[in-house]
Structures are given as structure tokens and as C-alpha cells.
């Protein structure tokens, strides 16, 4: 048990000492995940749009 909380605090201080923000992205990673994010709920809601019944 004690092996298991070292472990899990090592993992921890190695994370957080990696220096990169945002949950363990960098600034250029984030940039990619929100543009990513768009792009899909853009295709999300042109997909939507263009399957409804035209009268």
C-alpha cells in the first residue's frame, strides 16, 4: 500500500515539474484541442442543419 502512494506521488511531481500548463498541454496543444473543438461543433451543427425537412 505504502508502494502504491509513492508511486502515485511521484507521478504527480514529475507532472508537475514537466512545466507545461493546462492538465499536461502546452500552449501550442491547447490552441489544437479548442481549434479541434470548433471545427466539430461546426460540423456538428452544418450536419444538423442540413438534414432537416425543408417544407
Request: net charge negative; no cysteine; aromatic share 10%.
Given at each position: 500500500?505504502?508502494?502504491?502512494?509513492?508511486?502515485?506521488?511521484?507521478?504527480?511531481?514529475?507532472?508537475?515539474?514537466?512545466?507545461s500548463?493546462?492538465?499536461?498541454?502546452?500552449?501550442?496543444?491547447?490552441?489544437?484541442?479548442?481549434?479541434?473543438s470548433?471545427?466539430?461543433?461546426?460540423?456538428?451543427?452544418?450536419?444538423?442543419?442540413?438534414?432537416?425537412?425543408?417544407?
Amino acid at each position: 500500500m505504502t508502494y502504491l502512494s509513492q508511486f502515485i506521488e511521484a507521478g504527480s511531481i514529475a507532472e508537475s515539474s514537466a512545466g507545461s500548463d493546462f492538465g499536461g498541454l502546452g500552449k501550442e496543444g491547447l490552441i489544437t484541442v479548442i481549434f479541434i473543438s470548433v471545427l466539430l461543433l461546426v460540423v456538428f451543427v452544418w450536419i444538423i442543419n442540413g438534414t432537416k425537412k425543408h417544407d
